[in-house]
């Protein structure tokens, strides 16, 4: 299906799918946007997909999750508009979620603060997860089957889709799951941090702020925490060292809290500690090719996606397919890797970096 038309968009986001700076923020952020073929009359355009089910009640239901490195990412990107999905004959559903300091703190204050085992840290999952839960109550109204949602995302939504399916709080909620990338198996989330990792980078943030309780942090600006998380010097418990390219983000990443998350991402899968659903996985087109320091690119991402789902189908439950492109493994097709180290040194990439005073462009999607 090709994509849709982008409304308002200017010549300047047709090259360079560009974010919208002014969109405002928030930590009061869970709301959701939704699609519904079912509530316009369906089957009365030729442009609305029918079929037996379209009578206004018991269409799919498709749940996104936007990328960002869970450092950055809005329901509002243009890109994300659902009214196209719609007309397939599906009720399209954007989850809005904390990011960064403000999705992904962890501190042993807050976890004294939890009480009757909730969780204490991975808040922008827990949105996530309450998101989809309001679907899962609710989505009937909008003409949406709730014993059949789909979960996808790229990129950070893709590993959030994988947390999601592993999580025990989930059971029941969706019965599949997409990931539009290797997201599950990026840098980030071979070995997530334990929960003591976590709130040591924490702790190490309070000293940052120069202040000394969760209380006085609280008191502190949204912007001036913003502003604090992104200039934070990043930290390392994981061992991923100097080849990260998106430094301090690797200060606000997902852990292992104990609650939400229990396990490792692969080992949880190999065990099979997962919702029972169906699960389709694929790379972009240039999968994880952002250039290092070095100028090389980061290849892992396709050989990743391999991995887990071969844990995935470890864990046994459903049957594999899969569908072979254009990918002749183990050579990977040279000009893969031509493409996007070109791709990323043009000018291109500086303009973009240009216009929002930043050298990176997160998230790249094609």
């Known amino acids: 299906m090709p ?46 997909r029918t079929d037996s089910r379209c009578d206004g009640h018991g269409l799919p239901v498709m749940v996104w999750l936007y990328g960002g490195a869970f450092q950055t990412g809005s329901t509002c990107e243009k890109e994300f508009n659902g009214e196209q999905l719609a007309r397939q004959g599906v009720v399209v559903v954007s989850i809005a979620y904390r990011l960064n300091v403000f999705g992904f703190f962890a501190h042993a204050m807050l976890e004294k603060e939890a009480v009757d085992g909730r969780p204490c840290a991975n808040f922008g ?7 989809i839960q309001w679907v899962k ?26 947390a999601q399916s592993v999580s025990p709080m989930n059971d029941g909620l969706f019965q599949r799951v997409i990931m539009q990338s290797g997201g599950g198996t990026g840098l980030f989330n071979r070995h997530l941090w334990s929960l003591e990792d976590a709130q040591r980078n924490g ?17 502190v600006p949204a912007t ?8 934070f010097p990043a930290c390392d418990w994981s061992g991923q060292g100097d080849d990260v390219v998106w430094a301090p983000m690797t200060n606000w990443i997902p852990c292992v809290d104990g609650t939400f ?95 929002f005073e930043a050298g990176i462009t997160i998230c790249p999607m094609r």
């Open 3 to 48: 994509m849709q038309p982008l409304p308002g968009s200017d010549e300047f986001y047709g090259r360079e799918w560009q974010i919208d700076a002014d969109t405002p923020m928030a930590e009061d952020c869970l709301y959701l946007n939704i699609w519904t073929p079912a509530l316009r009359g369906c089957g009365s355009g030729s442009e609305i």
């Open 203 to 219: 702790a190490r943030f309070l000293k940052y702020l120069e202040v000394e309780s969760i209380a006085e942090a609280r008191s």
């Open 261 to 355: 998350l229990v396990e490792q991402y692969r080992d949880a899968l190999i065990a099979g500690h997962r919702v029972p659903c169906d699960l389709l996985v694929g790379n972009t087109t240039g999968e994880f090719m952002v250039p290092g320091p070095d100028g090389t690119p980061y290849p892992e991402g396709e050989c990743g996606n391999l991995d887990m789902i071969d844990a995935w189908v470890s864990g046994g439950g459903s049957e594999p397919y899969r569908y072979r492109f254009d990918v002749d493994m183990p050579g990977m097709m040279p000009v893969r890797f031509i493409r996007p180290i070109y791709g990323f040194r043009s000018e291109r990439s500086l303009r973009a970096g240009g216009r």
């Open 137 to 162: 109550d609710n989505i009937a109204l909008f003409g949406g089957d709730p014993a059949n949602i789909t979960v996808f995302g790229q990129s950070a939504g893709a590993a959030s889709a994988l």
């Open 224 to 231: 001036d925490l913003l502003e604090a998380a992104v200039t």
């Open 125 to 131: 999952f827990l949105d996530q997860r309450m998101g």
